[in-house]
């Protein structure tokens, strides 16, 4: 069987971002969705993606997310 893929998506909140999300849950793939506004992705949430308070302008942010998946997932 082939492994499940694991995706980090910035700006899932909205836009592309949240259609991408959608798409890769649609496919079975484990969805990491990153914004700055969590609480516009509680669709998402529901929908079975992981989601996580991000700000891509601080480093820290970007740090923590790529470390809880990895911590979480063992990848990317
Ligand atoms: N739509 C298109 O057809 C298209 C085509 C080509 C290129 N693009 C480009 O692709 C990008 C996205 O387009 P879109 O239409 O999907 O825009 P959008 O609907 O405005 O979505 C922008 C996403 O980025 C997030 N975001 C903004 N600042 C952020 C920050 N500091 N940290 C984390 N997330 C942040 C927003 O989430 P929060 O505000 O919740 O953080 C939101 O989820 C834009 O740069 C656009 O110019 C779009």
């Keep these: 069987m082939t492994e499940q893929k694991v995706v980090i998506i910035t700006g899932a909140?909205?836009?592309m971002g949240e259609a991408s999300a959608k798409l890769f849950l649609?496919?079975?793939w484990i969805v990491y969705a990153g914004a700055r506004r969590v609480e516009r992705m509680a669709e998402l949430e529901e929908q079975g993606a992981h989601v996580v308070a991000l700000d891509v302008?601080?480093?820290e942010s970007n740090q923590n997310f790529v470390a809880q998946v990895?911590?979480?997932q063992g990848r990317i």
């Design 26 to 28: 649609k496919r079975g």
């Design 70 to 72: 990895v911590d979480e």
């Design 13 to 15: 909140s909205s836009g």
């Design 57 to 59: 302008t601080k480093p």
